[in-house]
């Protein structure tokens, strides 16, 4: 039998070059920069360098600080993924059931995706700015003694009540979009089983949204490791005393104000490590549940 040969086009591998190229400049070139920057010792002007092996890694994982940062990036991102995800969820199915004004109430809970993350962080600024802010006026009046100036926790509360509501309505288009493609017919026949519309919500429709959970789950958590960075340093800039500092804002606090660039390199490789690992568990373990 003759074997068949197709004919290469060069064409397809021109449509993407532009995308490599983008690539390779902004992310794999950077990224191969930091990796050998990580083992080298720098002082503050760029002079001189000496190769220290995994000392920056060593002091990196060593330090208090970086442990802090760690440890309220994985508070900080599971609080806004959670919180996000429900709000929105909650909103996008009471605009489903709307009838009248639907457009109207549904273009209000979007308009807020509009706004870049520094802005966010502005606004947020504004609203708990101790001399004009009601919010910050408000939260005073129902007795707590809110100064997120000094004390970590309400400073934490203002990140991640302004990470929340920034993420809110991406969440919400998703969601509504995939309660509107769950068919009629599938609806219809849960309430001739079931005359709970909760149980009918969670045996029935949230199941079907589970292809769309997922994949807000992988933005969600990408947000709030990276797109927070400008909400933080709009608001706190990880103060008071580094307690709002997430692991991508440490790294540049390190790196571009302290001048430590080999072990701001270090915090950037164990950084891309762990979201790695957590891609490769989300995708191998939870994504097995998901039906699609």
């Known amino acids: 039998m003759k074997r068949v040969q197709f004919e290469h086009s060069a064409i397809p591998y021109l449509f993407i070059a532009p995308q490599i190229i983008i690539i390779a400049i902004f992310f794999l070139w950077p990224s191969a920069q930091a990796i050998y920057q990580s083992f080298l010792l720098e002082d503050a002007f760029g002079l001189s360098s000496r190769f220290v092996w995994f000392k920056n890694y060593s002091d990196t994982i060593l330090n208090s600080s970086w442990l802090q940062a760690a440890g309220f990036t994985l508070v900080f991102s599971s609080l806004v993924t959670f919180l996000s995800l429900a709000l929105a969820l909650l909103l996008a199915v009471k605009a489903n059931e709307v009838i009248h004004g639907a457009s109207t109430y ?6 807020a995706y509009a706004i870049a993350p520094p802005v966010a962080g502005l606004m ?39 990470s929340v509501w920034k993420q809110i309505s991406i969440n919400f288009i998703f969601f509504l979009a995939g309660l509107q493609g769950i068919p009629k017919s599938v609806q219809e026949a849960a309430k001739m089983d079931c005359n709970s519309s909760t149980r009918r919500f969670w045996t029935i429709t949230f199941p079907l949204l589970a292809p769309t959970t997922f994949f807000l789950v992988v933005i969600n958590i ?12 709009t608001t706190t800039q990880g103060a008071p005393g580094g307690s709002t500092a997430t692991l991508v804002y440490k790294v540049y606090q390190d790196g571009f104000r302290g001048a430590d660039i080999g072990g701001s390199s ?27």
């Open 266 to 292: 270090a915090q950037s490789v164990v950084l891309m490590i762990m979201v790695l690992a957590l891609t490769v568990i989300q995708f191998r373990y939870i994504e097995r549940k998901v039906h699609y």
């Open 124 to 162: 947020g600024n504004l609203m708990f700015n101790p001399l004009i802010g009601d919010l910050y006026n408000f939260m005073n009046f129902i007795g707590f003694d809110f100064d997120h100036k000094l004390d970590a926790y309400d400073a934490s509360f203002v990140v991640i009540l302004i």
């Open 222 to 233: 990408t947000y709030a490791f990276f797109e927070t960075f400008g909400i933080i340093d």
């Open 106 to 111: 549904k273009t209000m809970l979007m308009w």
